[in-house]
């Protein structure tokens, strides 16, 4: 079980609860989808388990390595090409020279990129940045990987692509990963299973197992977003007053 | 598995999910295949790159400047004409280019330039050396940075020529009195250039260096020092200012002694002979330093960072 999430809370300095009582397990090469609306301590969450931020309650097992993470904006620097943003994450890692061009060569030409290792960040598309930060986070070579909204900034036509390969990639890597998103449609197309979080405090208050035939049928599909919906919505409603 | 590049699009779907055709057969979403995805991605890429553009000699930077010149001295030339003032209070750009020629027939002119520029360079360099830890240790230690941020504020305000007095009385008429009232412009300058660089920088880029597992030393080498490049380069550019002025003012207050003979010298000794031509020429020679330096040095490292950070569309540079 590569995450374990028991009673896990985390309130901060003035007061309300940001997470209370999450628990959670993670499989192995699984792809779970966090899905909640805004206020759910989602980025929260995902920082406790990359180690970023302590919890205040509970306990978590986390791989001892630490996870791989990728955020919302592709956070590349600028200074550097998009071959040199992977190189720098092996680098890091202390990986030699030799290895690195190699190691870096095949994570770009993983994510489809081979032809623009030498591009700078503001060169590249949206599409094509988030691709180079997916490259980032393989090359840290953590088994975990944690995606904080990745593709929430691009149009819809990208986002549609990067689900596809973001799928292959998956599947080619046997990465587990948890990725967060407040779109219903981007956790069923992409989760094994979806874990709906409740807002302030966040709370995982019900989750849904997607299917292979969720995937082939999309009337199906159609039928889980519906109902997903549905509960997410009154999750939402509940805090009118 | 051969896909001929870009069919119709009926063509395309059933070789998209050629390992389920049974399915694919059934009106439901398409999910291309490797090959297939490697395409749509490249013509997507290609769609939403910016064309590359072609660089090409921009005229208007070297005529508009030139002609801005000689719109000046034009009106230097005029209001000479005018007769206002005595011509050896107010000489004519031609006097003083025929001074100009004078210096430079007699060697002044160019060993003035050389010993001013050496020092220049020479106290522009240690300080970068020593203000450039100084300022990493302080943008990324808090408590330093909070008891000594207010002094180096506080020093870049003071005047470097308050220090001259005193660096007479500990060092004499010496270069090393030059060089500490150079110092003690350019390093406060330097340091805050790269603290305000520091300060600047998106806070993402801390998240993604830790991330990503950089111990303190990487993160302040490999992501701070760089992503703070653009505010450390102002910092150097003032700091060169600083130094430049620094060394004239201690230049012209200190004469005598050990000292060679700079360009601050060359214009006190104008003073001492009241020889209006020789004040101007000196005055010309350090501001066509200033900007040559500018030009030569600065300008195209900073063109040359932002242009690979994509920072100059649009500037009016």
């Known amino acids: 079980?590569?995450?374990?999430?028991?009673?896990?809370?985390?309130?901060?300095?003035?007061?309300?609860?940001v997470l209370e009582d999450v628990n959670a397990s993670?499989?192995?090469?699984?792809?779970?989808?966090?899905?909640?609306?805004?206020?759910?301590?989602?980025?929260?969450?995902?920082?406790?388990i990359a180690g970023l931020e302590a919890p205040t309650a509970g306990a978590l097992e986390v791989p001892s390595d630490g996870a791989a993470f990728m955020f919302q904006d592709a956070?590349?620097?600028?200074?550097?090409?998009?071959?040199?943003?992977?190189?720098?994450?092996?680098?890091?890692?202390?990986?030699?020279?030799?290895?690195?061009?190699?190691?870096?060569?095949?994570?770009?030409?993983?994510?489809?990129?081979?032809?623009?290792g030498g591009k700078r960040p503001h060169e590249l598309s949206g599409g094509m940045r988030q691709r180079v930060a997916l490259a980032r986070a393989l090359a840290q070579d953590r088994p975990l990987l944690l995606m904080d909204e990745p593709f929430a900034a691009l149009d819809a036509i990208t986002r549609d692509l990067l689900h596809d390969e973001l799928e292959r990639v998956w599947q080619e890597t046997g990465r587990t990963i948890i990725f967060v998103t407040h779109n219903v449609s981007e956790a069923v197309r992409l989760g094994q299973?979806?874990?709906?979080?409740?807002?302030?405090?966040?709370?995982?208050?019900?989750?849904?197992?997607?299917?292979?035939?969720?995937?082939?049928?999309?009337g199906l599909a159609g039928q889980l977003t519906g109902a997903i919906t549905a509960r997410l919505r009154e999750e939402i409603r509940r805090h009118a007053h | 598995m051969p896909t001929s590049p870009?069919?119709?699009?009926?063509?395309?779907?059933?070789?998209?999910?050629?390992?389920?055709?049974t399915s694919a057969a059934r009106e439901e979403t398409v999910r291309p295949g490797v090959e297939d995805l490697r395409q749509l991605e490249a013509g997507l890429d290609s769609l939403q790159s910016a064309a590359a553009r072609t660089a090409r000699i921009d005229w208007s930077r070297v005529l508009l400047p030139v002609a801005a010149l000689a719109v000046l001295l034009l009106a230097w030339q005029a209001y000479v004409w005018l007769g206002i003032k005595r011509r050896d209070l107010v000489p004519g750009p031609l006097d003083v280019a025929g001074q100009l020629g004078a210096l430079w027939g007699e060697a002044t002119l160019?060993?003035?330039?050389?010993?001013?520029?050496?020092?220049?360079?020479?106290?522009?360099?240690?300080s970068v050396l020593i203000a450039t830890p100084l300022g990493l240790l302080l943008a990324q230690v808090a408590p330093l940075r909070r008891a000594f941020g207010p002094l180096i504020s506080g020093l870049q305000v003071l005047p470097s020529v308050a220090w001259v007095p005193a660096a007479i009385i500990w060092f004499g008429l010496s270069d090393a009195t030059v060089y500490f009232v150079v110092l003690m412009g350019a390093i406060p300058s330097i340091i805050n250039g790269l603290i305000s660089g520091v300060d600047q920088i998106p806070p993402q880029y801390r998240r993604v260096g830790s991330v990503l597992g950089a111990s303190r030393l990487a993160l302040t080498l490999r992501i701070i020092l760089p992503a703070a490049l653009p505010g450390y380069l102002g910092g150097l550019k003032q700091g060169w200012a600083f130094s430049w002025r620094s060394l004239m003012a201690a230049e012209i207050i200190t004469v005598g002694g050990s000292m060679g003979f700079g360009l601050g010298s060359l214009l006190n000794q104008g003073r001492d002979l009241a020889d209006m031509t020789v004040v101007l020429?000196?005055?010309?020679?350090?501001?066509?330093?200033?900007?040559l330096v500018e030009l030569l040095v600065f300008a195209p490292v900073e063109k040359h960072l932002l242009r690979r950070r994509g920072l100059l569309a649009g500037s009016t540079r």
């Open chain 1, 75 to 116: 956070a590349l620097f600028p200074w550097l090409t998009a071959r040199e943003n992977v190189e720098l994450a092996l680098t890091l890692r202390g990986v030699g020279k030799a290895e690195r061009r190699r190691t870096a060569g095949e994570l770009l030409d993983l994510v489809h990129l081979s032809g623009a």
């Open chain 2, 6 to 21: 870009t069919a119709a699009p009926e063509a395309a779907a059933p070789a998209a999910a050629p390992e389920a055709p």
């Open chain 2, 281 to 291: 020429a000196a005055i010309l020679l350090i501001l066509a330093i200033g900007i």
């Open chain 1, 193 to 218: 299973r979806v874990l709906l979080l409740s807002s302030r405090p966040g709370r995982v208050v019900q989750e849904w197992q997607v299917t292979e035939e969720h995937r082939t049928n999309p």
């Open chain 1, 1 to 17: 079980m590569p995450v374990l999430l028991e009673n896990l809370g985390k309130t901060f300095d003035d007061g309300a609860p």
């Open chain 1, 26 to 48: 993670i499989g192995a090469g699984e792809f779970v989808a966090l899905l909640g609306a805004s206020g759910c301590g989602k980025s929260t969450l995902l920082n406790i």
């Open chain 2, 110 to 126: 160019q060993q003035a330039v050389a010993t001013s520029l050496q020092r220049g360079a020479a106290g522009f360099v240690i």
